[in-house]
């Protein structure tokens, strides 16, 4: 699991990113709403613990900002506001969770895990174009016809079907679906989607796994002219 630790306060956020990282998760750190921001913009994350006093923007206009953006992981709120207005006001502005400093670790943590499940609930059958993919029963068609894929090229189609038109670098590939942070993997991931598109796109006119120059690889449906 990877998550984005939102807090201005370094004590705090190395001793989350310490415990978290025990715990077998990744763990990047932001100290304002801006870093925070661009974080989001490069790298797809599992969770977010958020603050509510950053230094440069209102956590709870930040989070709205956040979920603007159409992100659908879950945000634990970890603040020193403990007032029950501040934790009605944080849950209806997005947050699915609401902490008061000072915590416990082993609370902050089971409630993560809890999240990280409730998260898991995504779509079942994931569509782009003529290419359909269901989780359940891991089975690619596309067009109708069905394609094999091996275990990895499973796990790395589905990360970018999830995640269509959003250009994905390799390293965010590898992290999601090696779930490791390792640069000598990234050039596997050119090894992969070359095996993708060999399955998923030689055979047919339409290509949909395309490469942004300078990021990754990314998946679309081109769109159909009108009449």
């Known amino acids: 699991m990877k998550i984005l630790v939102v807090e201005d306060d370094a004590k705090i956020s190395d001793l989350l990113k310490r415990g978290l990282e025990s715990s077998g998760m990744a763990v990047e750190q932001a100290a304002s709403g801006a870093a925070a921001l661009e974080q989001l913009h490069r790298t797809v994350f599992d969770l977010l613990v958020l603050d509510l006093m950053l230094p440069d923007v209102e956590g709870i206009d930040l989070l709205q900002k956040i979920k603007n953006r159409k992100s659908s992981a879950p945000t634990l709120i970890l603040s020193a506001r403990d007032a029950v207005d501040d934790r009605v006001r944080g849950l209806e502005s997005g947050a699915d969770d609401y902490m008061v400093k000072p915590f416990a670790f082993a609370e902050l943590l089971a409630r993560i895990r809890a999240l990280a499940r409730r998260g898991q609930h995504a779509p079942e059958r994931l569509q782009v174009g003529d290419l359909v993919l269901d989780c359940l029963k891991r089975r690619v068609t596309r067009d109708g016809q069905v394609i094999e894929l091996a275990p990895k090229e499973f796990s790395i189609l589905e990360y970018m079907m999830r995640n269509k038109d959003r250009p994905l670098s390799r390293n965010m590939i590898v992290e999601k679906v090696w779930d490791v942070d390792y640069d000598g993997l990234t050039n596997i991931v050119d ?37």
């Not at 942004?212 to 679309?220: K, W």
């Open 191 to 227: 090894v992969y989607i070359r095996h993708l598109r060999g399955k998923i796109d030689d055979h047919f006119p339409e290509k949909m796994i395309q490469t942004v120059r300078g990021v990754g690889y990314l998946i679309a449906a081109q769109e159909k002219s009108s009449a």
